[in-house]
């Protein structure tokens, strides 16, 4: 009797609070990008409403931080954007894939949903995806909902105490978010080099790929869009020997 109770329990939907607490796990790293955002953008100037609209509004921590390190050297519009367009790509792509996966429901919760896919809430999403888990539109929308609140609240919070820090680079706070990115890329790659013999051409392109695209971004660009850049790319060309590895 037990074994069929705990059967149909792990079969039964997930609700928008099994989407919250799905989200948890995540939280504490939307908590630590925020608060270096948050702090950087108060300590260069901008005020509290401008941290929130970027962080509520816009809600893409690359590109937010993007933003702010391309207005400081007075970019123009039109190369801001671009650079937002091509750091921030692949969120189309997985908004795609969420949309497709829930083709039930109207145009505005797939709007609403779309808009709120990250990294993280996609991961969380493809996990479940695999395992089976009989997910719902309503507990997507709870794991994209307490992931960006804790993004945009940390944002507010931390700007606020960032206004009493003259200088974050001596904490290292202009680097987080590429620090995230380099993750980001190994964690990708990390099948590439738990099995180098398998694919070593694979991994030596990559890699070749990745230096390139951070050598020449860095001649157009500061080094922290250089990174942000050269990471992006270079995830995606893994992602494409993944998928031609798998048909």
Known sequence: ?????????????????????SALPTVLGFISIG???GIIASSEGFSI????????????????F????MMLQ??????????????????????LTVAKHFQEQSIISKVFMCSLITDESFGIFSLNTVSKNK???SWMHG???????????????????????????NFGLDFALVAMFAGLWLLTADSFFRNPAEHKLKLVITILFTIIVLVASSVLF???????????????VITFFSVEGRD
Not at 1 to 17: A, T
Not at 66 to 69: A, F, H, N, R, T
Not at 157 to 166: E, M, T, Y
Request: aromatic fraction near 12%; charge should be positive.
């Open 143 to 169: 794991l994209n909902v307490a992931s960006w609140f804790a993004w945009w609240l940390s944002s507010i919070v931390f700007a606020i105490l960032g206004q009493k820090i003259s200088n974050p680079k």
């Open 66 to 69: 993007v933003i702010l390190s």
């Open 35 to 37: 608060a270096a955002f």
């Open 222 to 236: 500061n080094k922290v869009i250089a990174v942000l850049l050269a990471s992006v790319m270079g995830s995606l």
């Open 49 to 64: 409403w401008q941290i929130f609209l970027l962080s509520a509004v816009l809600y893409a921590g690359s590109a937010q």
């Open 1 to 21: 009797m037990n074994n069929i109770n705990i059967e149909n329990s792990s079969k039964s939907n997930m609700g928008f609070g099994d989407g919250v607490r």
């Open 135 to 137: 997910i719902t539109i």
């Open 74 to 95: 007075h970019s123009s519009i039109t190369s801001i954007v671009l650079m937002v367009f091509l750091v921030n790509f692949r969120m189309f792509l997985q908004s």
